[in-house]
């Protein structure tokens, strides 16, 4: 069963405009980690942020910020004031403490246009 | 302090041939996890240790793979015969325990761009 869904296959903006992607996740642990990297077009996969489900508090970091939602099992992020340097792809994940193996979701194509 | 340390990071082989990937975790990191990703698959999970000893190996695709870790610093992905279907990335990826804060955050290598012909 899929446990993460990215239902934005691609996501295509002009410089300056702010991104948001949305992620849904299913688990039937209480304790659970989730996650968002980056991929850029050179391939490495880049740690963004994470947030323990314990702790629905909601963030910003620098021009990232993201969204928490446990009565709706989303997680979403948001890039503001989107950069070229953006342009990625973007995985949200999943981490569950019974089970302690990341599991992706299909990712997200982000393309910020000059 | 250095990353996850992958090599080689292009391997372009031909069907038959036996194929070996390496990692050098993090330092001081005991849990170690390989990931492939594919078009089709998207991004698995292979197999992970904690201190060297493997604990789930259920994404294994079949007896032609195999992983090995002979100690803190060293893994292995070995894929023997290799076959045009294994062409991939394969993502090394390293962590602490986890429930220690952000400490358990997985942190991958640059891959190794596996091409079977």
């Known amino acids: 069963a899929q446990k993460v869904t990215q239902a934005q296959t691609e996501i295509s903006v002009v410089e300056k405009e702010d991104v948001t992607l949305d992620c849904v996740y299913e688990t039937r642990d209480t304790t659970y980690y989730l996650f968002w990297y980056k991929q850029p077009p050179s391939g490495e996969l880049v740690f963004l942020i994470r947030?323990?489900?314990?702790?629905?508090q909601n963030e910003i970091s620098g021009r990232y910020s993201w969204n928490f939602q446990k009565s709706t099992s989303s997680f979403n992020f948001t890039i503001t004031a989107s950069q070229v340097v953006d342009s990625a792809v973007y995985f949200c994940?999943?981490?569950?403490?019974?089970?302690?193996?990341?599991?992706f979701g299909a990712g997200t194509t982000v393309t910020v246009r000059a | 302090d250095a990353g996850v340390i992958q090599s080689p990071r292009h391997e372009v082989t031909e069907m038959g041939q036996e194929v070996t990937l390496r990692c050098k975790p993090i330092s001081g990191h005991d849990y170690l996890f390989w990931y492939r990703q594919t078009m089709m698959r998207g991004l698995e999970l292979l197999i992970y240790?904690?201190?060297?000893?493997?604990?789930?190996d259920s994404g294994m695709p079949e007896d032609r793979f195999s992983a090995k870790m002979p100690n803190a610093s060293f893994s292995t992905l070995k894929i023997q015969p290799s076959e045009p279907r294994d062409s991939a990335v394969y993502f090394c990826?390293?962590?602490?325990?986890?429930?220690?804060?952000?400490?358990?955050?997985?942190?991958f290598g640059p891959g190794t761009r596996l091409t079977v012909l």
């Open positions: 990826a390293s962590s602490l325990a986890p429930g220690q804060g952000m400490t358990d955050t997985q942190y």
């Open positions: 240790f904690n201190n060297n000893v493997p604990i789930d």
């Open positions: 947030r323990n489900s314990f702790d629905e």
């Open positions: 994940a999943l981490s569950e403490f019974t089970d302690y193996k990341l599991s």
